[in-house]
């Protein structure tokens, strides 16, 4: 295909996505290099395209830019890519005997949009009903950097944890909401900088209204220090 026919395929297409897979779409030899290997691949990469756009990379300010965004790329922004990262989520026993809902709202959410590979930025409100077993509450953070940390439609990374959440603890009683600004909608194309968007995964018990209603109630409570 013709760079000019994808170029208006893709302008048709518009900022519409179609997700086949709750599974991040790596390829099979996707670990096989270091990150060593990778960041010195990606500088080169990042390092024509920016000679591409004719900037002078001899300046101070741009010769290090190469170098600083294949380290970002490997090591930060999409550093949940690589299985070794995964945070390791103890589980205890629920000694407590607490049976109701347990809600980790607010987290603060960094990714990055798969189809312009710009920032989406905004909270992430999880919650669970322990079924014997409850998970650390930062644990339930680290998930979300975790999973947040690839390239990222917003409904995968919703559905994404979900289901370790569900794995670690033992039960479909999990649920979670992201509410998210994507930049390549408020600062490209429409450039609506007031739109957010609103993913919601539920499981088991809160499938059911009440159980669900309970939980959006919560996330509405204010904070207060």
């Given amino acids: 295909m013709d760079l000019e026919k ?10 519409d996505h179609v997700s086949g897979s709750s599974e991040t779409p790596l390829r099979h030899d996707a670990f096989e290099k270091s990150d060593i290997e ?18 002078d ?3 101070d300010s741009l010769k290090g830019t190469p170098t ?5 790329f490997v ?3 999409f550093g949940g890519l690589h299985p070794d990262r995964k945070p390791k989520a103890s589980t205890f026993d629920n000694k407590y005997k607490y049976g109701e809902m347990l809600v980790e709202k607010n987290i603060t959410l960094y990714s990055t949009c798969e189809h312009h590979l710009l920032p989406i930025v905004g909270k992430a ?13 930062s644990k339930m ?3 979300v950097d975790y999973y947040a940390k690839r390239p990222q439609v917003q409904e995968r990374l919703t559905i994404q944890i979900v289901k370790e959440l569900q794995q670690i603890l033992g039960t479909e009683d999990v649920a979670c909401v992201i509410d998210a600004k994507h930049l390549c909608v408020n600062s490209r194309g429409i450039r609506d900088i007031d739109s957010s968007t609103v993913t919601s995964e539920f499981g088991g018990a809160f499938k059911q209204a009440e159980t669900r209603r309970e939980f959006l109630d919560y996330i ?3 904070t207060e220090f």
């Avoid at 994808?6 to 900022?15: A, C, K, P, T, V």
């Avoid at 500088?43 to 900037?55: F, N, P, S």
């Avoid at 600083?68 to 970002?72: C, D, L, N, Q, T």
């Fill in 220 to 222: 509405k409570l204010e």
């Fill in 125 to 137: 409100h999880i919650a669970y009903i322990s079924s014997g077993t409850v998970v650390g509450l």
């Fill in 75 to 77: 090591q930060e922004i």
């Fill in 57 to 59: 990379l001899t300046d």
């Fill in 141 to 143: 953070n680290r998930i």
């Fill in 6 to 15: 994808q170029l208006r395929e893709i302008e048709q297409m518009g900022d």
């Fill in 68 to 72: 600083r965004v294949a380290k970002m």
């Fill in 38 to 55: 990778k960041i010195a691949l990606i500088k080169q990469d990042v390092h024509h395209i920016m000679e591409t756009l004719g900037l």
